[in-house]
């Protein structure tokens, strides 16, 4: 039901007025994604009102947020932490509703705001980007950012120079980026075009470096796992929650 009004007022005080408890409990129904408008549902606590009908889900509980983690998909050619293009847009601006995985559900606004960029990713890269609100998996990320393996897919062009590949999987490859030693890498063809890294603690220019040394060029990456975490079939341009038991 709705009360009333002759003027408009803010949804959480109506709502405060139906459910008979404070401003605060009626922002966290509204934020919470349990009040609707007309039948729509409504999540800006500061939406006006006047005699439009205002409801409130008999399964309401007037609970506070936790905080979530997004995986995105990012497109090639959006910004994410590392470098810019000319009339590039920033991943983040992909998280929107309309953005979110078709299987996922209707996310909530409170859930796509606040969000902290914590794995960065080249502009002319696509694949796994990692958004959080949760302060741990931060500093995780970030803390053990030379321990967590990434999974990256390079399609490349140009032959192969001989015996340059097994040499890159050698833990002693002895291979140094700006005068310092690379760490080791697992790398094998994933088809005739695409060759497929694993290394921890990539550095920026670190896979166009593998590659200028194996005597081919870059034409295309993807990153598809961080530690445990996989894109796995997630579509370009779409994000998803990272689920409960997932870890990275």
Not at 57 to 81: D, Y
Not at 212 to 217: R, S, T
Request: charged content about 25%.
């Amino acid at each position: 039901m709705s009360l009333p009004s002759s003027e408009p007022v803010r949804l959480a005080k109506r709502v405060a007025e139906l459910m008979r408890c404070s401003r605060r409990e009626a922002e966290l129904y509204i934020e919470g994604g349990w009040v609707s408008v007309d039948g729509a549902v409504v999540e800006q606590p500061q939406f006006r009102v006047q005699d439009q009908r205002v409801e409130v889900s008999p399964e309401a509980r007037p609970e506070a947020l936790g905080p979530v983690t997004l995986l995105l998909h990012k497109p090639a050619g959006a910004e994410a932490g590392l470098g810019r293009l000319p009339q590039s847009q920033p991943a983040a601006s992909w998280l929107t509703p309309e953005h979110a995985a078709e299987d996922m559900g209707r996310p909530l606004l409170a859930h796509l705001r606040h969000q902290e960029l914590v794995a960065p990713l080249a502009p002319r890269a696509s694949g796994l980007v990692v958004f959080t609100q949760d302060g741990r998996i931060a500093r995780k990320l970030r803390e053990d950012a030379l321990l967590l393996e990434h999974e990256v897919l390079v399609q490349v062009s140009g032959t192969p120079t001989e015996g340059a590949l097994e040499r890159l999987n050698r833990p002693d490859h002895g291979l140094a980026l700006d005068g310092r030693l690379l760490g080791p890498c697992k790398v094998s063809w994933q088809n005739e075009t695409t060759l497929r890294f694993a290394l921890k603690g990539e550095r920026p220019g670190q896979l166009a470096f593998f590659c200028e040394h194996l005597g081919l060029a870059v034409q295309g990456m993807r990153r598809i796992r961080i530690g445990r975490v996989a894109l796995a079939r997630l579509p370009v341009g779409q994000w998803r929650y990272l689920l409960p038991h997932e870890r990275f």
